[in-house]
């Protein structure tokens, strides 16, 4: 039987290869070039552009780490904004707290939704929950026409600033989501890796936009073996609560949710950042 490799290149020198035994889909949508696939080690998986979105095999730590860390620190946040994310695994883990009573998802391209729905039903799964409104159009636009201090939290789950996802990595858009947030809100958005230097640009860029905008700006990692390094953030802005000092873990704990990569104790240690990734973050 012949071998088929997904190989993605991580930098111009590196690639990463995933054995492959199907190529389930492939489509340009309007927006971008869509691949699923399926494999032994990661199960199903799709890329867009020739990037690893999602695959069934460490999605849960991306999932996870997106949504329990703000929602740990502000136990009463009650409407929600996820942008991007069309697979639906932030969703899901909103989802599950009962304490949530609107979530809005802004993904510019239905095609990733419904593709989802089709062959990766452990992430879209929960798309239907009634507090969910799914919006497909532009967020960079959506930010901008929403009214001021509307949400608790807004979830930046989007792709690396190319093609559509660029936009959600400009100061205009972290100003409207400024603005959208409430007086208690918290925004988590995509911070990129510090390993490699062209993703490492694109963290102190981000990072540097989001200190001069918001009181409260952290970043905080996880392990996410299938994007580049493996090493990956994401960054925690506020206006009033700080992740460390004011989370009420005993409570979040209380809850009962069972959680295969966060706990309470990566919520602290996540935010420990090693020296060379501290100093970039205070070069930005
Ligand atoms: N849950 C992890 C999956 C993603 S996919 C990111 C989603 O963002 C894609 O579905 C894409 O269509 C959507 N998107 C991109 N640009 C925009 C935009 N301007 N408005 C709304 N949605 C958008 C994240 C993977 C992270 C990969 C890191 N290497």
């Known amino acids: 039987m012949l071998d088929l490799w997904y190989t993605e290149n991580h930098t111009d020198n590196v690639r990463f290869s995933i054995k492959t035994n199907k190529h389930i889909h492939s489509e340009q949508s309007d927006f971008q070039q869509i691949d699923f ?8 998986f799709f890329t867009l552009d020739g ?35 069309g697979d639906g695994g932030t969703v899901r883990e909103l989802t599950r707290y009962a304490s949530i009573e609107q979530i809005d998802m802004v993904e510019i391209d239905e095609r990733v939704v419904r593709l989802s729905q089709e062959y990766l039903p452990i992430t879209a799964g929960k798309l239907e929950d009634p507090r969910v409104t799914l919006l497909f159009e532009d967020g960079l636009a959506y930010v901008k026409n929403k009214e001021d201090g509307y949400y608790d939290l807004i979830l930046v789950d989007s792709t690396d600033p190319i093609g559509p996802g660029e936009g959600l990595f400009s100061h205009d858009f972290y100003n409207n989501c400024f603005r959208v947030l ?39 990692q996880f ?62």
Not at 57 to 77: G, L, Q, R, S, W
Not at 188 to 206: C, G, T
Not at 238 to 261: I, Q
Not at 267 to 284: I, Q, R, S, Y
């Open 37 to 44: 696939f399926e494999s032994d080690e990661f199960g199903t």
């Open 51 to 85: 990037l690893m979105m999602v695959n069934e095999k460490d999605e849960f730590v991306y999932h996870d780490m997106i949504t329990h860390v703000a929602m740990a620190t502000n136990p009463n946040i009650k409407k929600v904004l996820v942008i991007g994310g």
């Open 182 to 220: 409430t007086d208690d809100g918290i925004l988590i958005n995509q911070h990129e890796s510090p390993y490699y230097p062209s993703y490492a640009h694109e963290m102190k860029r981000a990072h540097s936009k989001i200190k001069g905008l918001f009181p409260i700006t952290r970043v905080y």
């Open 223 to 284: 392990h996410m073996p299938t994007y580049p390094s493996g090493h990956w953030l994401f960054g925690f802005a506020s206006k009033k609560f700080d992740p460390l000092k004011d989370a009420d873990l005993e409570a979040w704990n209380k809850l009962g949710l069972k959680t295969k990569y966060y706990n309470t104790d990566i919520h602290t240690g996540a935010f420990a950042l090693p020296t060379f990734v501290k100093e970039m973050l205070n070069d930005a």
